[in-house]
C-alpha cells in the first residue's frame, strides 16, 4: 500500500531519462525534452577533491588546466571509473534539470541508458550513484534498446529492426524483434578508440604530438569512413617531437581514413559478426528495413556508405542521432506500461509505484 507521501510523489513527480555517457550525458525530463546536453567532463580541485565546474566549462579546460585543477572524465568505456565524481556529476544534472520546471519536485524517477554488455557490478555502480545523487526511483535500459526507441524503430513488432549505436567509449549493436533483443554485441571501441587513433597517426607519420581535444576536432572536420564526393584538409598544430617546436601540417580525408582504418575495420567485422549469427527470416527484414545508426559517433563523414557496402543492406542515420538514447529512456518513461519489460534488472531492483 502507498504512502500519503507515494501518492504526493505520483501526483507531482519529475521523471527524467539519461543517457549517461563516456563523451556526453544528456538528460530528458517528461513533457520537456531534452533539457541538457553536457560534455561528461568535471573540473576537481586537487587539494580538497571538490568538483569546480562540470559539463562544458570543465571541457574547455580539458589538457589547458592548472595545476591545481584536475579535469576527469568518470566514465571509461561507457562504465564508471570514479564511483564519487559520477555521483557529483549526476547530482549537478539533476539539479539542473529542475531549472526547467516552475515548480521544484524532489527525488525524480530515472531511467538511464547502460551499455548492453556491462557487469552486475556495473549496473549496481550506476544505480547506486544515481540514487546517492537524489533520486528517488532508478531503472536501467540497455543502450541499444533505448537507441532504437529514440530512433522510432518497431522494437515491439515481430519484423526485424537493427540499430548500430557508436558512442564515445563503446559500440552497441543490437537487431529486435518482438519487444526483445535477438543478437546483440558490445565493443569497447568507439569514438575515444578513433581520437586515440588519431593521435598515434600523427605522432608515427608526421613526428606531431597533439591531444585528445586535438585528435576530436580532426576527426570531426575531415574524418571519414569512406571515400568522399570532394576530399577535404585540414591543418593541424602541435608540438614536433624531433625539434621539439610547435608545428603545422596540413592532412587530408584520405589520410584520415588511413588513421581511422583499425577501429572502422573492428566496427565493420562486429557489424558482420551480428549479421552472420542472425535468424534468415529476420536478415530478410533488415534487407527491407536497413540499419539504423545512431549515437555521436555515427556522424562520421561516410561511415553509413562504408556499412552498405560492406554488408549490402541499406544503411541510414537516425534523425538527431546523439540524443536517442536520452530520447528512447524518456519514451519508456512516457509509456512505460508497454515499455517496461525493456528495462534492465539488478540483483536487488525496485519496482515503479
Known amino acids: 500500500m502507498l504512502s500519503p507521501l507515494d501518492l504526493i510523489f505520483g501526483l507531482f513527480s519529475l521523471d527524467i531519462g539519461i543517457d549517461l555517457g563516456t563523451a556526453n550525458t544528456l538528460v530528458y525530463v517528461r513533457g520537456k525534452g531534452i533539457v541538457i546536453n553536457e560534455p561528461s567532463f568535471v573540473a576537481v580541485e586537487k587539494r580538497s577533491g571538490r568538483p569546480q565546474e562540470v559539463g562544458a566549462r570543465a571541457k574547455e579546460m580539458w589538457s589547458k588546466n592548472p595545476k591545481d585543477i584536475m579535469i576527469v572524465r568518470p566514465l571509461r568505456d561507457g562504465v564508471i571509473s570514479d564511483f564519487e565524481i559520477t555521483q557529483a556529476m549526476l547530482d549537478h544534472l539533476i539539479r539542473k534539470a529542475h531549472e526547467h520546471l516552475w515548480v521544484q519536485i524532489p527525488r525524480p524517477r530515472v531511467v538511464i541508458g547502460i551499455p548492453s554488455g556491462v557487469t552486475e557490478v556495473e ?15 532508478v531503472f536501467l535500459i540497455e543502450e541499444p534498446v533505448a537507441a532504437a526507441i529514440g530512433a522510432g524503430l518497431p522494437v515491439t513488432e515481430t519484423r526485424g529492426s537493427m540499430v548500430v549505436d557508436i558512442g564515445g567509449g563503446t559500440t552497441e549493436i543490437a537487431i529486435f524483434s518482438l519487444g526483445g533483443i535477438v543478437i546483440s554485441r558490445s565493443i569497447r571501441v568507439a569514438g575515444d578508440e578513433m581520437d586515440e587513433d588519431i593521435v598515434q597517426y600523427m605522432r608515427t607519420k608526421h613526428n606531431l604530438l597533439i591531444g585528445e581535444p586535438t585528435a576530436e576536432r580532426v576527426k570531426i572536420d575531415v574524418g571519414s569512413a569512406h571515400p568522399l564526393p570532394q576530399e577535404r584538409t585540414a591543418t593541424v598544430k602541435g608540438r614536433n617531437l624531433i625539434t621539439g617546436l610547435p608545428t603545422a601540417v596540413e592532412i587530408s580525408s584520405i589520410e584520415m581514413r588511413d588513421a581511422l582504418s583499425g577501429s572502422i575495420d573492428i566496427l565493420m567485422d562486429t557489424v558482420k559478426q551480428a549479421l552472420d549469427d542472425t535468424p534468415p527470416e529476420l536478415v530478410a527484414d533488415l534487407m527491407e528495413s536497413g540499419i539504423c545508426l545512431a549515437g555521436g559517433g ?21 534523425e538527431d542521432p546523439m540524443t536517442c538514447v536520452a530520447r528512447g529512456s524518456g519514451r519508456v518513461l512516457e509509456d512505460y506500461n508497454n515499455l517496461r519489460r525493456l528495462l534492465v534488472g539488478i540483483e536487488r531492483g525496485s519496482t515503479w509505484h
Not at 544505480?127 to 526511483?137: K, P
Request: proline residues 0%; charged residues 30%; without cysteine.
Open 298 to 318: 555515427s556522424q562520421l563523414k561516410g561511415l553509413a556508405d562504408r556499412v552498405q557496402d560492406e554488408v549490402n543492406i541499406r544503411a541510414y542515420i537516425a
Open 123 to 137: 549496473k549496481r555502480a550506476v544505480y547506486d550513484a544515481a540514487l546517492n545523487a537524489g533520486a528517488r526511483q
